[in-house]
DNA sequence: GCTTAAACGTTGGCCACACTAGGGT
DNA sequence: CAACCCTAGTGTGGCCAACGTTTAA
């Protein structure tokens, strides 16, 4: 699909710089142009005529940021190219299970007035604009909800916003292309809840089905067709005819990066913002959000740098709130058999005595019943003695 | 049109406990 | 190395206070 960047161009500086302007870090691919272009050359080169806006582009790889991003990470919300995504879901089982899906190819002006009046035309969001932000996603039409989210989200990662307006359309329109290794990190739950379009954020999802696969005794989730969903991801990959490799090499670096949104909300807050203090152009992220210099890309990230940015912004996406998801359907049943007091849980021996005091010595004076149960659901620990 | 208060809606914290992970013995 | 014990951490739902927003006077 997208040919893996060839380019090292020396020493490995994280972002790779625009190709126009050679100063700030590229953000896009055209094939057409085969160039990497920051989100103002972009606009500039693609917004010169009609025939420029018709260039495909794609995002760069949000990890690497040198290699154009071949798939979407749904669960990660990120572009990552071949490489990366290999790496990065080859890690852990968790992330083995991140549902990916190819990233469409960006086509038409992302930017300006023509642009914002092309409904239909997939929209970037690079935004190195005036306000900030302006593309956004997908070849679907999105509505203005989900635009104003697909803002807050460009602020703090163009790529990253991408894919999280995805979040609200279910799934981006192209299929899914994996071949090959991919089962061994295919996260073909998450497949199939997009492909439902029960849950409309796959974030939800990997709340909903990452853990659960690793057998636990106690806790128990809903099950998942799992074998109807390889038919399904197998006859994808047969009709797409995507290849995909995955080496199985596993760098340092990449071993934090391909942690699960679960696993990143371990992460120390005083790691990620020492880390981000320790870095003069602040990291994209939430603090960016206030920063008035959305989508400023440093030029150059360490390693580290770019380790505290994926943290943070995994932080900030686990922390979105969506419909509440169930992990544990049994701990959901504790909790609702769980006696409470004014809602909070509450010790069974103060319940009982609760219950006791209130109900049973004066309602049963009254009517001569002695059970009050005033749950229905844990009549047990409410039945008046 | 502006101000104030009331009504309404939203959000996050609290609580107990079953259960797991991980460390120690 | 396996088995066991202990401790810390997690997740769960209903209620309510604290807000923020909207509406009416």
């Known amino acids: 699909m997208l040919k893996q960047e060839s380019d090292s161009g020396g020493g490995?500086?994280?972002a790779r710089v625009c190709d126009t302007c050679?100063?700030?870090?590229?953000?896009?691919?055209?094939?057409?142009?085969?160039?990497?272009?920051?989100?103002?050359?972009?606009?500039?080169?693609?917004?010169?005529?009609?025939?420029?806006?018709?260039?495909?582009?794609?995002?760069?790889?949000?990890?690497?940021?040198?290699?154009?991003?071949?798939?979407?990470?749904?669960?990660?919300?990120?572009?990552?190219?071949?490489?990366?995504?290999?790496?990065?879901?080859?890690?852990?089982?968790?992330?083995?299970?991140?549902?990916?899906v190819p990233i469409l190819p960006i086509s038409g002006c992302l930017y300006g007035p023509s642009a914002a009046d092309r409904g239909?035309?997939?929209?970037?969001?690079?935004?190195?604009?005036?306000?900030?932000?302006m593309g956004q996603e997908g070849a679907e039409t999105i509505g203005e909800e989900d635009e104003e989210e697909a803002a807050s989200?460009?602020?703090?990662?163009?790529?990253?916003?991408?894919?999280?307006?995805?979040?609200?359309?279910?799934?981006?329109?192209n299929g899914?292309?994996?071949?090959?290794?991919?089962?061994?990190?295919?996260?073909?739950?998450?497949?199939?809840?997009?492909?439902?379009?029960?849950?409309?954020?796959?974030?939800?999802?990997?709340?909903h089905y990452s853990v659960p696969r690793k057998s636990y005794g106690g806790d128990s989730v809903v099950p998942v067709a799992k074998d109807q969903l390889l038919q399904q991801q197998q006859q994808l990959n047969f009709q797409l005819g995507m290849e995909y490799e995955s080496?199985?090499?596993?760098?340092?670096?990449?071993e934090s990066v391909s942690m699960s949104s679960l696993d990143a909300g371990i992460v120390p807050e005083s790691t990620m913002s020492d880390i981000s203090i320790s870095h003069s152009g602040s990291p994209r992220g939430t603090m960016d959000l206030f920063s008035g210099t959305p989508n400023q890309i440093p030029p150059q990230l360490s390693p580290m740098d770019r380790e505290a940015r994926v943290l943070r912004y995994r932080e900030k996406k686990k922390n979105r709130k969506f419909e509440k998801t169930i992990r544990y359907a049994s701990r959901k049943?504790?909790?609702?058999?769980?006696?409470?007091?004014?809602?909070?849980?509450?010790?069974?021996?103060?319940?009982?005595?609760?219950?006791?005091?209130?109900?049973?010595?004066?309602?049963?004076?009254?009517?001569?019943?002695?059970i009050v149960p005033f749950h229905s659901k844990c009549s047990d620990t409410f039945r008046c003695r």
Request: with cysteine.
């Open 12 to 14: 490995n500086k994280w």
């Open 333 to 370: 049943a504790y909790a609702e058999a769980r006696p409470r007091i004014k809602g909070r849980f509450a010790k069974r021996a103060e319940v009982e005595l609760e219950v006791d005091r209130m109900f049973c010595s004066s309602i049963t004076a009254e009517t001569g019943y002695g």
């Open 247 to 254: 080496p199985k090499t596993a760098y340092s670096y990449n």
């Open 120 to 133: 239909g035309v997939v929209m970037g969001s690079t935004g190195v604009t005036d306000d900030g932000f």
């Open 176 to 207: 899914f292309l994996f071949g090959g290794e991919v089962d061994e990190y295919l996260n073909l739950v998450e497949y199939n809840s997009c492909t439902d379009n029960q849950f409309s954020d796959q974030y939800q999802q990997q709340q």
């Open 22 to 100: 050679r100063s700030a870090a590229c953000t896009v691919y055209c094939r057409a142009d085969s160039a990497y272009l920051c989100g103002g050359c972009d606009a500039r080169v693609h917004a010169a005529n009609r025939v420029a806006s018709r260039h495909e582009r794609v995002w760069v790889c949000e990890a690497c940021e040198r290699s154009p991003a071949a798939f979407l990470c749904k669960a990660d919300a990120a572009s990552l190219c071949t490489a990366c995504d290999a790496d990065i879901h080859s890690a852990n089982p968790l992330a083995r299970r991140h549902q990916r």
């Open 153 to 173: 989200w460009l602020l703090l990662n163009p790529v990253n916003n991408n894919n999280n307006n995805n979040h609200h359309h279910h799934h981006q329109t």
